[in-house]
């Protein structure tokens, strides 16, 4: 669902094997989704002035896990970090979907989530659930700012 700034919301797509994080590239036009029980993820082309979505695709299938994709972070150059639920394990791909990066956690493999923090931006913060653990590990491209951080 998008909120449009009169107020109005717009269904952007429907029936997704358990939606769960969801960020925006950084042109703000692509919104990428973990489609938790598919172990995908996926990519939605919103077309400007609200006139809907354009042609869904997959940008992501993953293998293993006993969950599936979770949290997901998107860095300034374009990389999105994905956390797998139960495999103790964050991925950052390039744009084209190239895996650049495989994080293991240290504390246990209920990792959920991730976001960019510290005053550079370059630390990414993965939550890990089993043990209420925050991770860090720094990063050479410091994660795209969100709205809240305007």
């Not at 949290?71 to 150059?77: F, K, T, Y």
């Given at each position: 669902?998008?909120?449009r700034?009169?107020?109005?919301?717009d269904v952007?797509?429907?029936?997704?094997?358990?939606?769960?994080?969801?960020?925006?590239?950084?042109?703000?036009?692509?919104?990428?989704?973990?489609?938790?029980?598919?172990n995908?993820?996926?990519?939605?082309?919103?077309?400007?002035?609200?006139q809907?979505?354009?042609?869904?695709?997959i940008?992501?299938q993953l293998s293993?896990?006993?969950?599936g994709?979770d949290?997901?972070?998107?860095?300034?150059?374009g990389?999105?970090?994905?956390?797998?639920?139960?495999?103790?394990?964050?991925?950052?791909?390039?744009?084209?979907?190239?895996?650049?990066?495989?994080?293991?956690?240290?504390?246990g493999?209920?990792?959920?989530?991730?976001?960019?923090?510290?005053a550079?931006?370059?630390t990414?913060?993965?939550t890990?659930?089993e043990?209420?653990?925050?991770?860090?590990?720094?990063?050479?491209?410091?994660?795209?700012?969100?709205?809240?951080?305007?």
């Open positions: 669902m998008r909120v700034a009169t107020g109005e919301i952007l797509f429907e029936g997704l094997e358990g939606p769960n994080g969801l960020v925006l590239n950084r042109q703000e036009n692509i919104l990428y989704v973990s489609v938790t029980r598919a995908r993820v996926i990519s939605i082309p919103l077309l400007p002035d609200y809907g979505v354009g042609k869904c695709g940008y992501i293993g896990s006993p969950n994709p949290g997901l972070a998107m860095d300034e150059a990389n999105l970090t994905v956390v797998i639920a139960g495999f103790g394990t964050a991925w950052v791909f390039t744009p084209l979907g190239e895996p650049m990066y495989r994080i293991k956690s240290c504390a493999m209920s990792t959920t989530d991730a976001a960019y923090g510290d550079d931006g370059k990414l913060l993965i890990e659930a043990h209420g653990a925050i991770l860090k590990v720094r990063l050479p491209v410091a994660g795209k700012r969100m709205f809240s951080q305007l």
